[in-house]
């Protein structure tokens, strides 16, 4: 079965410091990642998609690495802002499940003024 | 553009009742879904549909029940409301299947169900 965590579960930095975020499966054999973000009260925003065949995506601040050999993610956000407060999930598309997304628990972020 | 609309936003109901939470998408995407979220569980697979007259189970299933009549709505039925079913509800949807290059999946604001 396929298991998706992300840790640290909570972690809060000054404004203007990279943010890195970690995620991890256990099943190798995905079709692709997706990071979303979280605001309290909220659904879930989309932010980076990467296929299998990717080995990292980008947009604006943010960069997301893909290495599926160790089972790895990385989501990276340059210059944080206090308005990237937030949880942060993501969640993997494994080719034994189908249609379905494993979500890992996400990481809650504080960006500090 | 609206994207995913869920109604009711919150919603409290007795053990034994039965409701409706509806979804409703404008994006023409093919793909939709209801997940469930709950502290320490993460999100969890409910049901999802692949297009119009075709669904299947996802992770949790039991106890509700989904039809997709039209491409646009996807609504999920609890059909004897239980304690264990109170959750947020999202809805989600994608163009296309969730593993291709274009399952982005877009979520609506979320359902709050409280069963007493």
């Known amino acids: 079965k396929q298991e998706v965590t992300q840790i640290p579960a909570a972690l809060s930095v000054p404004e203007g410091e990279n943010l890195v975020l970690n995620c991890s499966f256990t099943d190798s054999a995905i079709y692709n990642l997706q990071w979303f973000r979280q605001d309290p009260g909220k659904g879930l925003t989309s932010l980076l998609l990467i296929q299998s065949s990717q080995r990292e995506q980008t947009s604006g601040r943010l960069n997301a690495s893909l290495d599926k050999s160790s089972g790895r993610s990385t989501l990276y956000i340059a210059a944080s802002q206090p308005g990237d407060s937030a949880t942060y999930l993501c969640a993997v598309a494994i080719k034994a499940a189908g249609n379905k997304l494993t979500f890992g628990g996400g990481t809650r972020v504080l960006v500090k003024p | 553009n609206a994207g995913v609309t869920q109604t009711p936003k919150f919603q409290v109901l007795k053990t034994g009742q039965s409701m409706t939470l509806q979804c409703a998408q404008d994006m023409n995407h093919e793909y939709m879904s209801w997940y469930r979220q709950d502290p320490g569980m993460g999100l969890r697979l409910i049901h999802y549909s692949v297009g119009a007259g075709i669904t299947d189970q996802g992770e949790v299933p039991n106890g509700y029940n989904v039809s997709r009549s039209t491409t646009e709505d996807f609504p999920l039925r609890l059909l004897s409301a239980a304690p264990s079913q109170t959750s947020v509800y999202f809805c989600?949807?994608?163009?296309?299947?969730?593993?291709?290059?274009?399952?982005?999946?877009?979520f609506g604001e979320g359902s709050r169900l409280t069963v007493l």
């Open positions: 989600a949807s994608s163009y296309t299947w969730t593993g291709s290059v274009t399952g982005e999946l877009f």
